[in-house]
């Protein structure tokens, strides 16, 4: 069991999320920053399937009631297991009754707190993922919440560090054009890829929205509804675009300029921070 | 057929008519091309996701124009009957932007043969095709914060009954007791895309 003590900003349980389920209007969601969330069960050895701890901005401190092995990945936290420290990106155990905390990140907003055995919460359709936009699955972690370990587990894990790249301070996303460039004005990719976008506070699982430099419509004409992806560049009338995360609505009303290739780094900007766009290679 | 590409793993196929998305949609669930993830089917376009590693673009795309011709709606194999108790809260302004009665909206909304178009805007929720034109009304200027599961409305083109509570700006006219949402069943709702639907007084 893991006893939650305190929360954070936003502590979600998820694993690869609701596949199939699109054309009933049941968004996948799951991990925001999915090759995230995959290292950190490969660091216990459990399979792709087990469901992990998303934390939005770390702030996590939990009491583990009988030992297990764990481990952090995506944005690097200072991890203290009864006050000592310990690494991200490591696995680590945590004897029974200790207290594990995550601090805040230094960098990238998204950490993944994997447990060997899993998160094993009651699945909501054949899933444990919360989808903040529908509502689905487990509500979001609150201090007093007891949340059970599984028994989703593989052989011992091979490796014991899995050395990760800095995030960048400002991330280049590659668009690849389309569906509805041809709803935009001719300079419109331009405008996009010329200058960075500032991250905007109301970013969220659903989407990171952006600021800068609108984008110019060329058909001003109402898009009937159609289905979205995540990593699509949607384009409300605003003209200031919103790139789709895990929890992004399944379809949408606004034309989408293109598809982002790097969706897990679009999942650990922060607001405030700058993004740049390319235009990606066919 | 327009086929536009959505990023690396999908292809948006944009077709003129409901009609032919439904067409289309029924043919590839029954002929699905190799590396076929996933239908999602809108008002005018069906979004085609697909395993790279198994298909391309271009040849998917091939794959897409090669059924174009053989696409037809196929009778719907199942047929859903709500009972309803036409009682809702904005029967009578539905009435009075119609020009209708009141008796004549719910006669008109009985007669109607509708058929699931596609579901979005909330988990489960089926947009109805098959409205009687007399019964097009707009959305609610003020949308309701809350709106209890079961609710029968009208907006646009279409009909739908709320799956599970959810704000909301349709207009409602009726309520049924038949639970279109059920968590503990898998897929959990009977209004698939392509089902028909028909209302009976309850």
Not at chain 1, 38 to 60: F, K, M, Q
Not at chain 1, 200 to 207: A, E, P, Q, T, W
Not at chain 1, 235 to 261: E, R, W
């Amino acid at each position: 069991m893991i006893e939650v003590l305190t929360a954070g900003p936003l502590g979600t349980v998820q694993d690869l999320g609701r596949e199939g389920l699109a054309h009933l209007g049941v968004g996948r969601s799951g991990a925001a920053d999915r090759p995230a969330a995959a290292l950190a069960n490969r660091l216990v050895g459990n399979p792709g399937s087990a469901a992990v701890l998303e934390l939005t901005l770390g702030g996590l401190h939990v009491r583990l009631e009988r030992g297990v092995l764990a481990a952090l990945t995506g944005a690097p936290c200072p991890v203290t297991v009864s006050g000592r420290a310990v690494g991200s990106h490591a696995p680590f155990w945590v004897h029974a009754g200790e207290q594990l905390r995550v601090g805040a990140p230094v960098r990238g907003l998204r950490s993944y707190l994997a447990v060997r055995g899993g998160v094993a919460v009651e699945p909501v359709l054949r899933s444990r993922s919360t989808d903040l936009l529908s509502g689905l699955g487990p509500p979001p972690l609150a201090p007093g919440m007891v949340l059970p370990i599984g028994e989703d587990r593989l052989d011992w894990p091979a490796a014991d560090l899995a050395p990760q790249a800095e995030l960048p301070e400002v991330p280049t996303l590659s668009v690849l054009p389309g569906p509805r460039l041809d709803w935009f004005a001719a300079d419109a990719l331009r405008v996009l890829c010329a200058r960075p976008y500032v991250v905007s506070g109301d970013s969220n699982r659903i989407g990171v929205r952006l600021t800068g430099a609108a984008l110019p419509r060329l058909v001003e004409r109402q898009l009937p509804s159609e289905a979205v992806v995540s990593g699509a560049v949607q384009v409300p009338p605003s003209g200031q675009p919103i790139v789709f995360l895990a929890d992004h609505p399944v379809t949408g009303g606004y034309p989408v300029i293109g598809v982002v290739d790097e969706v897990p780094a679009a999942a650990q900007v922060r607001p405030g921070q700058q993004v740049r766009f390319r235009v990606a290679k066919p | 057929m327009r086929i536009l590409r959505c990023g690396r793993r999908a292809a948006l196929v944009e077709v003129d008519a409901l009609e032919q998305v439904l067409g289309l949609h029924a043919c590839l669930s029954e002929d699905p091309p190799p590396g076929l993830v996933q239908l999602i089917p809108a008002s005018r376009t069906l979004l085609v996701e697909y395993d790279p590693g198994r298909i391309g673009f271009d040849q998917l795309a091939t794959e897409l124009r090669g059924r174009e011709a053989g696409t037809q709606v196929l009778a719907a194999e199942r047929e859903l009957v709500v009972p309803v108790s036409y009682d809702g809260a904005d029967l009578a302004e539905v009435a009075e932007l119609t020009g209708l009665t009141e008796d004549e909206v719910v006669a008109r909304h009985l007669a109607g043969r509708y058929r699931v178009a596609f579901c979005g805007f909330a988990p489960g929720f089926g947009y109805l095709d098959g409205l009687d034109p007399a019964l097009h009304v707009p959305r609610r200027s003020t949308p309701r914060v809350r709106i209890p599961a079961g609710s029968v409305a009208l907006a646009g083109d279409y009909t739908a009954v709320y799956p599970r509570e959810s704000p909301g700006g349709w207009q409602l006219i009726g309520r049924t007791e038949l639970e279109l949402w059920d968590l503990a069943n898998y897929p959990p709702t009977a209004l698939t895309p392509g089902t028909a639907v028909r209302f009976v007084r309850a």
